[in-house]
């Protein structure tokens, strides 16, 4: 079975440019979370999703980022404009029961870099 | 203080070690928690639910001490294979918070 699947694995770009993650759940899990992890905060829950509804986004940095979640198979994190400090890895991750965090699977992560 | 303590490591033991980590929590009203485990440059991957009465798995020990808030982790006879970063994860109601992680390298 194919786990949470993020896209792109890695990206580089320069500071002022938007930058789009982009997920795929699990198929059959209705919630998605979004989560950026660095040295120095940790791994940090920006926003998550139950049945396409964001339900806490009190996460979120800024307004810099949004996040979006079309359908029950896809959701886009975008940060406009990008920043150095937003430099981080990003990840996916999935659950099947509403914001229990044992049922969670994380996808590979997207390694942002923003120069 | 942060709602998530962990200890800092890095903890370097030797292959057949016993090995502890303790995670301390500030919210009194969190309800379930969890060890996670983290390869480098890999996604977190759940280890272990923390039940009340403590739970063990194979030679993974996870207690739970809500009185004093923290919960622990014991590995007995660690493996090569056990080096990572292990995260405390505490939930509340529809809240949840990752330790900042404890490292660990066992050594040959």
């Known amino acids: 079975d194919a786990g949470v699947i993020q896209s792109p694995r890695h990206e580089v770009t320069e500071m002022g440019q938007e930058v789009t993650l982009r997920c795929k759940p699990i198929?059959?899990?209705?919630?998605l979370f979004w989560y950026r992890q660095t040295m120095m905060r940790g791994l940090e829950l920006l926003i998550y999703?139950?049945?396409?509804?964001?339900?806490?986004d009190s996460g979120m940095p800024e307004d810099r980022f949004s996040a979006k979640m079309p359908n029950a198979s896809f959701s886009t994190l975008k940060i406009q404009p990008s920043e150095p400090r937003d430099s981080a890895v990003y990840f996916c991750?999935?659950?099947?029961?509403?914001?229990?965090?044992?049922?969670?699977?994380f996808g590979p992560g997207t390694r942002l870099t923003v120069l | 203080r942060k709602e998530v303590e962990q200890d800092p490591g890095p903890f370097n033991v030797p292959e057949g070690a016993t090995v502890a980590f303790n995670c301390t929590y500030s919210?009194?009203?969190?309800?379930?928690f969890f060890w996670y485990r983290q390869d480098c440059r890999k996604e977190p991957k759940l280890l272990m639910s923390?039940?009340?009465s403590g739970n063990e798995d194979g030679r993974f020990t996870a207690q739970l001490n809500r009185a004093s808030q923290y919960i622990s982790l014991l590995i007995r006879d660690s493996k090569l294979s056990d080096s990572a970063t292990y995260l405390c994860v505490v939930n509340y109601g529809q809240n949840f918070v990752f330790g900042p992680g404890t490292r660990l390298s066992v050594l040959p």
């Open positions: 999703f139950n049945n396409n509804v964001p339900i806490d």
């Open positions: 919210n009194s009203a969190s309800q379930s």
């Open positions: 198929s059959g899990h209705n919630s």
């Open positions: 923390v039940y009340s």
């Open positions: 991750a999935s659950s099947s029961l509403s914001g229990r965090v044992d049922e969670q699977f």
